[in-house]
């Protein structure tokens, strides 16, 4: 569900952070919403443009990309496609494909109006197809938890997502975010999740996204809000903080209500209060092209407004909700100094304060990935990821009194090679195992076959 400034910003990462080690230079925040483009950084030969073909499909248009970024005006289109078919198990066998097209339009304000160390990000996107998960793994529960192609949802449009500003401080160590955001284009992010294409892992655990009304934000939506990012001089230390609009769909905290902001173009404010987000992180080795670098995080959120009790049946709803999480990524191996290939491995844990509320009380995620496994191909990436999320009991009551089978706990087993290729292309086979889907032994566990596209025009 991802990726806010991906372009531009790869260049606050350094060398092995942007392929594997997972540190994030203190220029800036991570984006990653969807499929970020954080590779090809073996080549440290400095570019004669911006947009070398080895990163961009139509390169630099004849120097006018070049002519436009010295003026301040990026654009960057991405295209992505997620084919995938339930070859076993589940309720159906059969395949369906989706895409998404994302289109960032990136402005320096310093160099288009003198507005000192001030940006601005519009970013839509366009998405269609069908869900694997929905339509044959278990349409009977409305699709499996952990849906197999993450650039599904929530709405099959085109949509407008960041209209975002950002200004800097303190030598760029204080990092001010505002307008129209999205809280998972800051929290609970790695560089690895968006390796696999499992909505497990990309673009964020998901087991923070379950409320009803939806209030913490993902791409493609974005809600009014601010985020204060502040990095140490020291660099060791990062402490974030934000607060966002807790009703970006504008349903009014009616779990019933679908909202009416398809599009995201009503820019108005919501009427269900506020999600107030925090995060603190620690950074071991940050920046280092020799030293095997990481990040430990641990966070949380806390929303004010009203969300559906989910061991009822008539809507009613509970004041108040929170989560806290522990992240964790380290690089665990470098084939040598100042390489890009090596090994590096990621962890999460969330944990719901608000049974009532979150679907998932209980979640965990682990990978490991190799970048360069093959001499041949240094800039693949080969990865391995298992998750899992537990189901509240208070979805049980629920389901007990409609006559239904309980949930346990679903699980998630991603398989995936990267192959890189140049202009900015990449193609990622995946195969998935899903444990118990949508939670319930009823449906057979599923093995999906699949492969993402991705190309960065």
Partial sequence: MHTGNRGSKCRWMCGFLATISLTAAAKGPLHEDHIAHVLH????????????????????????????????????????????????????????????????????????????????????????????????IAPSEGGNQFTVQEAFGPTQNVRLINAQFGTTFLDERLDIAYGRIVANDDFLRSPLYCYFVNNAFCGSPQSVFLQNPFAFSAYPTAAWGTRARYNTESGNWTFQAAVYDADPNLTDGDPSNIGNNDHGTDLSFGDNGATWVGEV????????????????KIGGFYMDGDYQDIGKTD??????????????????????PGSNRGLA???????????????????????????????????????LGISAGWFSDEIDKARKSQGKEDKDYEGVIELNHKFEFARGISIAPNIQYIIKPAGVDDIDDAVVVGFRLNMQM
């Fill in 315 to 336: 809507n009613s709803t509970v004041d108040g909700n929170s989560m806290i999480w522990l992240l964790a990524d380290q690089a665990l191996y470098r084939e040598a």
């Fill in 281 to 296: 992180q620690y950074h071991v080795n940050r920046g280092s092209t020799t030293a095997l670098s990481g990040v430990y």
């Fill in 345 to 383: 491995a990621f962890g999460a844990v969330i944990i719901s304060l608000e049974d009532k509320v979150n679907t998932l009380d209980n979640y965990f995620a682990a990978g490991l990935l190799y970048t360069g496994w093959f001499d041949a191909r240094p800039k693949d990436v080969t990865g």
């Fill in 41 to 136: 950084t073996g080549d440290l030969t400095p570019a004669e443009t911006a947009f070398p073909t080895r990163d961009y499909a139509t390169g630099n248009w004849g120097g006018v990309r070049d002519e436009w970024k010295e003026k301040g005006f990026e654009f960057i289109p991405t295209y992505t496609s997620e084919p995938a078919a339930n070859i076993d198990g589940g309720e159906k066998n059969g395949s369906t494909y989706i895409q998404n097209i994302d289109f960032d339009f990136k402005l320096d304000l310093d160099k288009l109006i003198s507005l000192p160390r001030t940006t601005f990000l519009l970013k839509v996107s366009q998405r269609s197809g069908d869900s694997l998960s929905a339509e044959k």
